[in-house]
């Protein structure tokens, strides 16, 4: 009986039982009634230890929806006349503790409780196309980064004013999407973060970011058409040696590629590139980094993008096996359902990531739910 007890133990707590990767559960979260959904930022507005989901229309209207369930999710107006395209995050503007939502030269007030208004305020903004928030300065306030095609690549200083608008310093002439969800780094290992963009790396060069120089040592995103440099990124340590590497894929295209480029000497100059999916006849419109499968290592979330080529449109987690970033494997997650600038956290606090997303030509928000704990 000792041998049998022992042998039901090393049985449940091998990781080999727990080898197979997640199963990831489809939940509806609502419909807005407005299409051209952005914004997506996961976050608890209600102080419940759960996440909440904000998304917005472009150049109209802001939600958010308060998570209950798995199955149940209720819906908030946050604000109107959003001055973006489709770009928007959270910050705390007035340094009051509360994150506030930003979308593009629009800001909306966090009133502190989910039953009073969101005060509107203009910051002067581009109408972005991204939208990234960070403190490049190092002095407990963040700033905002803005790109579009039309008008470049921007940071702007809140000041002592919020209500006015804010400083901003131009780095560069814009493409069609290249910093958003996460092209925030310390790429150079000097104690301050520098944005990534599709093609480019921007080097915070005195730590208060007001300097800045540009590094064009990055490859890899499509050149040609409407939608040239387009992409999606994030910064992350792939490969666990310390330093910052890229993951990017290419947007707006029908058959994007999706790679992760190795920072080969950790100041930026010097990039090897991995492929995670060459041939994949998808429009990966959303990018999420993380964890999926809790073994330790970093997997890849997108797909599914609304200029898709093949019939049908397919989401996938790429599971990084060996944790080195040399072989993945795909697992399909998301079927016939368009995905757009997803949003990946743990949202249920069980303990694994789960993913909301939402669609570009409909109204549909919609919850993936990680069953990992759940099934284990």
């Not at 803005?146 to 780095?171: A, E, H």
């Not at 040609?224 to 999606?232: K, P, T």
């Not at 340590?237 to 290419?250: A, H, I, L, R, S």
């Amino acid at each position: 009986m000792r041998y049998l007890t022992s042998f039901i133990a090393i049985l449940l707590f091998s990781p080999i039982l727990w080898a197979q990767f997640p199963e990831f559960r489809y939940y509806e979260i609502g419909h807005t009634d407005q299409m051209f959904l952005g914004q997506s930022s996961l976050i608890d507005l209600d102080g419940d230890k759960d996440l909440d989901l904000i998304l917005g229309a472009s150049g109209s209207t802001i939600w958010w929806f308060e998570y209950k369930d798995a199955d149940q999710w209720e819906m908030h107006f946050l604000g109107d006349d959003a001055l973006t395209d489709r770009g928007g995050t959270t910050m705390d503007v007035d340094g009051d503790g509360l994150e506030d939502q930003i979308s593009g030269g629009s800001w909306y007030k966090n009133p502190g409780s989910k039953h009073d208004t969101w005060e509107r305020f203009e910051n002067g903004g581009i109408y972005a196309y991204d939208n990234l928030s960070c403190d490049f300065d190092n002095d407990g306030v963040e700033e905002l980064v803005s790109l579009s095609l039309q008008d470049g690549l921007y940071v702007y200083f809140v000041g002592d004013k919020p209500d006015k608008k804010w400083k901003k310093i131009k780095l560069d002439d814009g493409v069609p999407g290249g910093i958003s969800p996460n092209g925030l780094g310390d790429i150079d290992l000097d104690g301050d973060m520098d944005i990534v963009r599709s093609d480019t790396w921007y080097e915070n060069v005195d730590g208060t970011g007001k300097k800045w120089k540009e590094h064009r040592t990055l490859a890899y995103v499509d050149y040609l058409g409407a939608f040239a440099r387009s992409a999606r990124i994030f910064v992350a340590d792939m490969d666990e040696d310390g330093d910052m590497d890229v993951v990017m894929c290419e947007a707006n295209n029908p058959e994007s590629r999706l790679v992760w480029q190795e920072n080969k000497d950790s100041k930026g100059l010097n990039w090897y590139m991995h492929p995670i999916a060459t041939e994949t006849e998808q429009d990966m419109h959303s990018l999420c980094v993380a964890d999926f499968d809790n073994d330790g290592d970093l997997d890849v979330f997108t797909g599914g993008g609304p200029m898709t080529s093949e019939l049908y449109k397919r989401s996938f987690i790429y599971e990084n096996v060996e944790g080195t970033g040399v072989k993945w494997e795909a697992h399909e997650i998301l079927f016939k359902t368009e995905n757009t600038d997803a949003v990946a956290a743990d949202v249920d606090g069980d303990g694994d990531i789960d993913i909301c997303g939402k669609t570009w030509k409909d109204d549909t928000v919609y919850y993936l739910r990680n069953m990992l704990m759940e099934n284990r």
